[in-house]
């Protein structure tokens, strides 16, 4: 009888669960889906499969968040003010929240502005655009003309500290910071900023005092260090507590497991849109839990939206009709051809040594300053973060030679980082030298690549005294000696420019090179200083690669890059690792200082030996006389 009756009880809970669901987690959580990107550097060549992707995986508990660097690094960057186009495809594709990187400042500040005041425009004619967010601007104090154009863009745009979502009745916060290393690689923003992990407190802090949310997610553009458990969203997760999610940006990481640390979940998509990441979460009335999280691959096997890509056409038109009208080419045209596949980017990052790729993009400078009359630079050097790709085997069109030189703006406000030629003396440009030499393995931007000149370094050597050998290497391939008074001609792009002008800031002045006119007087405005083709226009660096791409030997009707030139280092940046005497044979400045360091060091300890051994006897003295006198 009881067994029945139990049955009956069992089969009357079945029963009534079929007509009354079990709704205990629907009552007391509501799922969360994340799902995410950063760091798409204008990559929207897959936007229609990824919108594909994200209307599959879409419900009303569903939310696309972007962790920022959406712009710079393909042809779309062209039309940044003028038609901003990544934002407006970041709307299309449903993105509800993106935060300003480091890149979307590549235009300046004033190019920014004018950026999301186009934006602002388009979305009075009925385009969506996400909300944007960005905490840890600082428009304290008086403004400059550029910060001002920058806080009213902003304010047009409806741009805020953070923004609340509602997802299915529950409130979810979303505010965005850019972090340290992002800030300095923002050398053209002409913004002041608050320290992001203080600015985080503060914001969480309003945030839970005044909004009471579900979940607390940070788009963080401040990025993890490869080793997947340091760097600065890391120390943002240890150090403020209170923040549920952070989606990473900045350093192109791709964690495809979720990392859990003081609380918070930190994820990140990789970069370029290879990635859309995806995150479930569970939210209840004792926090977050989580799911399940994955990076889902965009590719081939996905069918692209015919509206994304019908945009994607109009927008690659409108592109060629104005700004490669100019040069006379259009995207797909193949301009040479590559019978290797140079080193990956990731690759360079991972090694300091002479770079083929840098080799080509360094002789492009010298090659195109000839071509219009320009013959006085004695050097021509290129910065590893200012190359943004590589090349594999095979055909090279005008939109890949674009990528490889992709970032900056000139003075005329076209897209493209115009080439600069300014005077620094010999010194300056043997600290320049020294300065890849030591610091390009903590600082991978300022990994350099040379044209005219050669140098070789002993990296077991002090930090600061490693070059044991810089020669300028003439057109006919004769050595120079560099005379340390004499001012020298170098080129470089603007990003590179800016970044000589920061050796100031980096050693807080105790070293410095101080760009130049060919008088020897210090520039202020870098642009001054561009080079200008024969119809006096600014020669972009991406053109001058270009160029020299397209005036190789043909080879069955296509220039081809010649390989015995650029297959291998040619020794113009030389590596060795010596011990012993080459430590300190021909020593400079930093090893004179470390020596007398470690001498001083020394002479301490030996007079702190004396000294004890002095105070052992007096100590030894006393006691004996004591010991005689009782």
């Known amino acids: 009888m009881i067994i029945k009756k139990t049955f009956a009880l069992l089969l009357a809970l079945i029963l009534l669960a079929g007509i009354f669901p079990f709704e205990s987690f629907a009552e007391n959580e509501t799922r969360l889906r994340i799902l995410y990107t950063g760091d798409i550097h204008s990559n929207f060549e897959k936007a229609g499969r990824l919108k594909t992707l994200i209307d599959q995986l879409s419900d009303e508990n569903t939310i696309y968040l972007d962790s920022g660097d959406y712009a710079m690094g393909t042809l779309l960057q062209a039309g940044f003010s003028t038609d901003a186009y990544e934002l407006r495809l970041l709307g299309k594709l449903g993105c509800d929240v993106v935060t300003v990187g480091n890149h979307e400042w590549d235009y300046g500040g004033f190019g920014f502005a004018d950026h999301l005041n186009t934006a602002v425009k388009y979305a009075a004619e009925g385009e969506a655009l996400p909300r944007y967010v960005q905490s840890n601007l600082d428009f304290s104090g008086e403004l400059t003309d550029e910060q001002a154009a920058v806080k009213n863009a902003l304010d047009n745009y409806g741009s805020a500290d953070y923004t609340i979502l509602n997802v299915n009745g529950k409130k ?251 005077y620094i003396t010999g010194k300056e440009l043997k600290l320049l030298c020294e300065l890849d030499a030591s610091l390009g393995p903590l600082v991978s931007s300022i990994k350099m690549s040379y044209s005219g000149l050669k140098m070789k370094f002993n990296e077991k050597r002090v930090l600061l005294d490693q070059t044991t050998d810089i020669v300028l290497v003439r057109k006919d391939g004769t050595e120079e000696k560099i005379d340390d008074d004499k001012l020298y001609c170098i080129a470089a792009n603007t990003y590179a420019a800016n970044m000589l002008g920061m050796v100031n800031d980096l050693t807080v002045g105790i070293l410095k090179i101080v760009i130049k006119d060919k008088d020897g007087n210090p520039v202020d405005d870098l642009y001054q200083l561009a080079l200008k083709d024969k119809n006096d226009k600014e020669i972009k660096e991406w053109a001058a690669f270009m160029n020299y791409l397209k005036s190789f030997d043909e080879v069955n009707g296509v220039p081809e890059i010649p390989e015995e030139l650029y297959g291998e280092p040619l020794g113009r940046k030389v590596k060795i690792s010596k011990g012993g005497l080459a430590v300190i044979s021909d020593p400079g400045t930093s090893t004179f200082l470390l020596g007398g360091l470690i001498i001083l060091l020394i002479a301490i300890i030996v007079l702190l030996i004396i000294l004890i051994k002095k105070l052992v006897r007096a100590i030894s003295l006393h006691r004996q006389k004591k010991k005689k006198a009782e």
Do not use: W
């Open 172 to 422: 979810i916060a979303v505010f965005g910071v850019l972090g340290l290393e992002a800030i300095d690689d923002s050398p053209t923003s002409g913004m002041k900023f608050s320290g992001y992990i203080d600015r985080s407190a503060a914001i969480v802090k309003e945030l839970k005092e005044k909004e009471d949310p579900d979940c607390i997610i940070c788009l963080s553009h401040s990025g993890t260090a490869g080793d997947g458990k340091t760097g600065e969203d890391f120390d943002l997760i240890n150090i403020v507590s209170g923040i549920d999610v952070v989606i990473s940006g900045h350093s192109h990481t791709a964690y495809p497991e979720v990392i859990q640390t003081n609380g918070s979940l930190l994820v990140s998509s990789g970069a370029n849109m290879d990635y859309l990441g995806k995150l479930d979460i569970s939210l209840g009335n004792d926090g977050i839990t989580l799911i399940e999280s994955e990076l889902i691959p965009i590719d081939d096997s996905l069918e692209p939206d015919p509206e994304i890509d019908e945009l994607l056409r109009e927008f690659n038109d409108h592109i060629s009709e104005t700004y490669l009208s100019e040069y006379n080419v259009s995207p797909d045209q193949v301009i040479a051809r590559s019978p290797i596949s140079f080193m990956p980017l990731d690759e360079m990052y991972s090694v300091h040594q002479e770079y083929p790729l840098g080799n080509l993009i360094a002789d492009s400078y010298l090659y195109e300053a000839e071509r219009n009359g320009i013959t006085d630079i004695d050097v021509a050097a290129v910065g590893l973060g200012t190359i943004r790709g590589s090349f594999s085997e095979g055909d090279i069109t005008v939109a890949d030679a674009f990528e490889i030189c992709s970032l900056g703006v000139g003075s005329d406000g076209s897209a493209g980082h115009p080439i600069l030629a300014g």
